[in-house]
T-cell receptor, first 116, second 114 residues
Framework: NAGVMQNPRHLVRRRGQEARLRCSPM?????VYWYRQLPEEGLKFMVY????????ESGMPKERFSAEFPKEGPSILRIQQVVRGDSAAYFC??????????????FGSGTQLSVL | AQSVTQPDIHITVSEGASLELRCNYS??????LFWYVQSPGQGLQLLLK??????LVQGIKGFEAEFKRSQSSFNLRKPSVHWSDAAEYFC????????????FGAGTQVVVTP
């Protein structure tokens, strides 16, 4: 029973390149959340997706960042033209039902993005 | 503004001693409250949660937390820490009008000394 799988664990990019982070939710989970953790800070919500739909992207930067969760395959967080300030740990979480306060929110181990 | 505050960035505690981590929140209504632990290189693991009812909640690994409405606090405690409790601890809230997204505090790093 695999948990939330994120890959790669570590990703190094040069400024201006694209970063693609992948998240495979737990089996049966159709709700995915992306969070970003900057150094010395707590996690910050970025985006909430269900299959093929973006439900809440209020935490996403307006430019260069996009997310998708297709019908088949993992959720992808895409960062175009990365800058040094994008260096952070990106965490994905999934759950099997919507609604506030659902206890069954499972986190992946994160992708550490380093921008040179 | 809505916020979650963990006043202590770093705490050092001796193995076997008690531990208390503070968390205060600022929301219009009582949100759902959580404590998560993050070990190095790992994702977050849920320790415990409060939705309603008994204000003293028990979690995994011997942790407990007490919700105090009058103080807008949800402090985490453990009577006797083990070296394996060294980690970063995050308090989080889920406002009842959200879609289930969490707002996290900045975290408290716990170091356990022999």
């Amino acid at each position: 029973n695999a948990g939330v799988m994120q890959n790669p664990r570590h990703l190094v990019r040069r400024r201006g390149q694209e970063a693609r982070l992948r998240c495979s939710p737990m089996k049966g989970h159709s709700h995915v959340y992306w969070y970003r953790q900057l150094p010395e800070e707590g996690l910050k919500f970025m985006v909430y997706l269900q299959k093929e739909n973006i439900i809440d992207e209020s935490g996403m930067p307006k430019e260069r960042f996009s997310a998708e969760f297709p019908k088949e395959g993992p959720s992808i967080l895409r960062i175009q033209q990365v800058v040094r300030g994008d260096s952070a740990a990106y965490f994905c979480a999934s759950k099997n039902s919507p609604g506030p306060g659902d206890e069954k929110l499972f986190f992946g181990s994160g992708t550490q993005l380093s921008v040179l | 503004a809505q916020s979650v505050t963990q006043p202590d960035i770093h705490i050092t505690v001796s193995e076997g001693a008690s531990l208390e981590l503070r968390c205060n929140y600022s929301y219009g209504a009582t949100p759902y409250l959580f404590w998560y632990v993050q070990s190095p290189g790992q994702g977050l693991q849920l320790l415990l949660k409060y939705f309603s009812g008994d204000t003293l909640v028990q979690g995994i690994k011997g942790f407990e937390a007490e919700f105090k409405r009058s103080q807008s606090s949800f402090n985490l405690r453990k009577p006797s820490v083990h070296w394996s409790d060294a980690a970063e601890y995050f308090c989080a809230v889920d406002p009842t009008d959200s879609w289930g997204k969490l707002q996290f505090g900045a975290g408290t790093q716990v170091v356990v000394t022999p």
